[in-house]
């Protein structure tokens, strides 16, 4: 059944798109049986020609840079700025894909994604351990109703 | 004796959560829901034919989610207490259980949840009489905002427990280990997105509900219409309380850590600057909180004031001189029938220049300018306008931004009067003519310097110099 296929555009949670009309409108322009997550990966693709991103790829590439720090995606994203000619570099692709400046200060990073209506996730698939704080080890699954439920026995059960 | 019997229940849920998860499940067995999962927009909808498949799993949804929790209650010895007891150990298994449906969505959808499936099956507020006992029934809820239990005539919204306190935030009052501190600051980062997300969510639906119901009262004013129409308007507002409560709960607890956080200041660069956008991230938060208040002249009950006090007191204590809490905190206090603090007052002598807003603090001003005095509220005009002046480099304002400070000071009067909680008589010795001349003259220098009068924007610029005027 297709309800139990892995999604991998779950990697980054769309938000759920709020049901006042001016939404609900945003998401009927949205192609039928595309999730907002494949819409955005493909507005990815058509800005990175040569690398020609799918949305599930565009995913887990904003996955693993968001949760990466500073440093390393600073540095990440300069070897991927290398390997293309600049005018590839166009002010749409700046648009969409959240720049290495962005990504590597906190604030903007989250802003981007507060604008973007999509809600970081805190597991990646990918190690980054060289030189920063960011391990693969260390982070944390997202929260969940039986993580949720552990935590609050342990809440219960300590004395107050 | 209650907390025992409270841990033990939250001990059996747990124990047999797989059991619960697979009624939540039921739905998927069912054809027609896919379908309704695509179009479900948190808006209750008709499937054009149901079948008797649906009718038949909503009863069975029904009925196991009833018992299942009976049998928990039965087994953890619930019924053998005294009906106060009863009473309180429901309400705090209540609000767990809310949490948890909270945290709760099915096959990996964030639009398939419990709330989902109350409109599918379409057995909002079904309730079961699980308990009687001297007089007093006890009963199991299930509504779209969640499970509610209690004594069977409670009108009460189900009520649900703030996200942080499942998010591990007292772990780190020392920090022994940067790693594991900075996973878990990004991981508040996402229940922060999260949560409001749920705020903005819940609103919306709310909004489009009243929206309907407005417009068919507009269209064909009958008797019913009218009725629906005030039901829906109770609802809206006691939900938007609760929802508001049960968010500033979560980003007071947030608050509070990262200030306890910042004041410890030995952590790597790394951390800090996560820190410093956790704090940046809450903020924007909390003004979607003002949202309702200053848009839609919600009425917040006053809890929610207190909380907003609390959230304005732990930000000012990570940074005494952030001008925007200082603002909100007096709002409160203004609405509470409180003095204006001197310390604000101070900030205008003091601070010559470039003070940090935080956040606009006109959204505070707004959303409860409808219960403070007039003076308190030229007053926070006053210091909100020079504070704007001042903040923008080099100070000039232009057209839009003056209409803020314009629609701040109409703001007031965009309420409809309430005597009954409205501050109309405030200590005069509180504060001197004096002051208000002098603040004025400081505002009135900056409007005359930093703005620049045309014939289109003339009206706009006298109604500010008027409105700023005792």
Redesign the interface.
């Known amino acids: ?4 296929e ?2 991998e555009e ?1 990697m980054i ?9 001016i ?2 409108l945003r ?1 009927e322009l949205i192609p039928k049986g595309k999730t907002p997550c494949e819409e955005i990966g493909s507005e990815w693709s058509s800005a990175q020609p040569a690398e020609n991103l799918s949305p599930s790829k565009a995913a887990l590439c904003l996955g693993i840079e968001v ?1 990466a ?3 390393v995606v600073k540095k990440r994203y300069k070897t991927l700025q290398l390997r293309y000619p600049p005018d590839q570099f166009v002010e749409k692709h700046i648009e969409w894909r959240p720049s290495a400046e962005l990504l590597g ?3 903007s ?3 981007w ?2 604008q973007s209506g999509f ?4 597991v990646s698939k990918l190690d980054y351990k060289e030189g ?4 693969k080890q ?3 699954p ?12 342990q ?3 300590s004395p ?1 | 004796m209650s ?1 025992i019997i ?2 033990k229940i ?2 059996e ?2 124990k047999d ?1 797989d059991t619960f ?1 697979n009624y939540l499940l039921l739905s ?1 067995e069912i054809n027609e829901f ?1 379908d309704y999962l695509l179009n479900y ?3 209750p909808f008709r499937l054009k034919e149901s079948s008797l498949q649906v009718s038949q799993c909503a009863k069975q949804f029904t009925e196991d989610t009833m018992s299942y929790f009976i049998n928990i209650f039965s087994k953890s010895g619930l019924f053998s207490c005294q009906n106060h007891e009863i009473t309180n150990i429901l309400c705090e298994v209540e609000k ?1 259980v809310n ?3 909270y ?2 969505f099915g ?2 959808d ?2 398939y949840q419990f709330m989902t499936l109350i409109h599918f099956y379409n057995i909002n507020n079904v309730s079961s009489v699980f308990l009687t006992k001297n007089n007093q029934d006890f009963s199991v809820t299930l509504t779209e905002y969640g499970i509610k239990f209690g004594l069977a005539e409670s009108l009460h919204e189900p009520k649900c ?1 703030p ?1 942080s ?4 935030l007292t772990d780190f009052y020392i920090p022994n ?4 501190l ?3 600051i ?2 508040v ?3 922060i ?2 949560l409001i ?1 749920d705020w ?2 819940l ?3 709310l ?2 509900d009243y ?1 309907t119901k407005y417009q068919n009262l507009q269209q064909n004013n009958s008797k019913k219409s009218e009725e629906e129409f005030e039901a829906v308007s109770l609802k809206m507002n006691i939900r938007r309380d609760t929802l508001a409560l049960w968010c500033m709960e979560s980003f007071c607890d947030f608050q509070d850590w990262i200030t306890v956080l910042k004041t410890k200041n030995n952590f ?1 660069e ?2 800090l ?2 820190i ?3 704090a ?2 809450l903020l ?1 938060a909390v003004q979607k909180i003002f949202l309702p208040a200053s848009v839609s002249r919600h009425r917040y009950c006053r809890e929610i004031l207190s909380l907003f006090k609390k959230f304005a007191t732990s930000r000012i204590a990570m940074n005494s001189e952030d001008l925007s809490s200082h603002l909100l905190l007096q709002v409160i206090q203004s609405s509470e029938g409180k003095d204006f603090s001197n310390l604000l007052l101070s900030f205008i002598e003091k601070k010559p220049f470039e003070w940090s807003l935080t956040f606009d603090p006109s959204s505070a001003l707004k959303a409860f300018s409808w219960s403070y005095s007039r003076e308190h509220h030229i007053l926070l005009c006053l210091i909100y306008t020079i504070s704007y002046f001042r903040k923008i480099a080099p100070n000039f304002v232009d057209n839009h931004q003056l209409s803020d400070i314009a629609t701040t000071i109409q703001m007031p009067e965009t309420f409809a009067i309430d005597t009954q909680h409205k501050i109309l008589n405030f200590d005069k010795s509180d504060i001197s003519p004096d002051l208000f001349e002098k603040l004025y003259i400081i505002a009135k220098g900056y409007l005359e310097k930093n703005f620049k009068v045309t014939k289109n924007n003339e009206e706009l610029y006298m109604f500010v110099l008027n409105g700023l005027k005792l």
């Open positions: 059944m297709s309800f139990n892995d999604y779950n949670v769309p938000r759920r798109r709020a049901a006042s009309e939404k609900l998401l949760w720090p500073q440093s200060n906190p604030t990073r989250l802003n994604f507060w809600v970081p996730l805190p920063s704080l960011w391990d260390n982070a944390e997202e929260i969940d109703s039986r993580l949720a439920l552990k935590r609050l026995k809440l219960t059960s107050q | 907390n409270i841990q939250i001990s849920f747990e959560f998860e998927t896919k927009r948190g808006m767990s949490l948890i449906l945290y709760w096959l990996n964030r639009n427990m996200v306190k499942v998010c591990a280990n940067e790693r594991v900075f996973a878990r990004r991981t980062q996402r229940e997105c999260l997300d903005e969510h609103n919306s639906v909004a489009v929206g790597n790394d951390i600057s996560e410093d956008a956790t940046a991230l924007s």
